[in-house]
């Protein structure tokens, strides 16, 4: 997907960080037919998680400037919108076309403060066509 779907994610440090991979001219946002809503329902996710009860670095208050500075071009989404639980994400390059929803995978109450910061999220295939095109990806 990273390969796939970003302009160079070379110049991104693994681990990934998505909100780094979606306000970035060479990250996704190209490739994300849905980018203003992806990056705007993921960007307020991200801020809510930085912005809870969770002791804050250097590198997190880098992170909540880069998302609210592009929140704020982008604009809040609509209430409805605000909190939900998947987010679909239509990517395209080329003839490669995937209708994927994502979702987060957050572990609560955690005993070990790593693990409780630990979100992991997945991508699904939303149609058929998106399962068989990734099928074939993965046998290729």
Not at 74 to 103: K, M, Q, W, Y
Not at 107 to 132: C, H, N, Q
């Amino acid at each position: 997907m990273l390969e796939t779907f970003n302009e160079d994610h070379r110049v991104f440090a693994p681990t990934y960080n998505l909100a780094r991979l979606l306000t970035s001219p060479k990250g996704d946002r190209a490739y994300i037919e849905n980018w203003a809503e992806v990056a705007r329902l993921a960007l307020n996710r991200l801020r809510r998680d930085l912005g809870g009860a969770h002791v804050r670095d250097a590198t997190d208050e880098e992170l909540l400037r880069l998302i609210s500075a592009a929140l704020t071009e982008l604009g809040d989404p609509p209430a409805a919108e605000a909190h939900l639980l998947v987010i679909p994400v239509r990517f395209r390059r080329g003839a490669l076309a995937l209708n994927l929803f994502s979702t987060v995978t957050t572990l609560g109450r955690a005993r070990d403060v790593t693990l409780e910061e630990l979100r992991v999220e997945i991508f699904f295939p939303a149609d058929e066509a998106s399962k068989r095109a990734l099928e074939t990806r993965r046998r290729g």
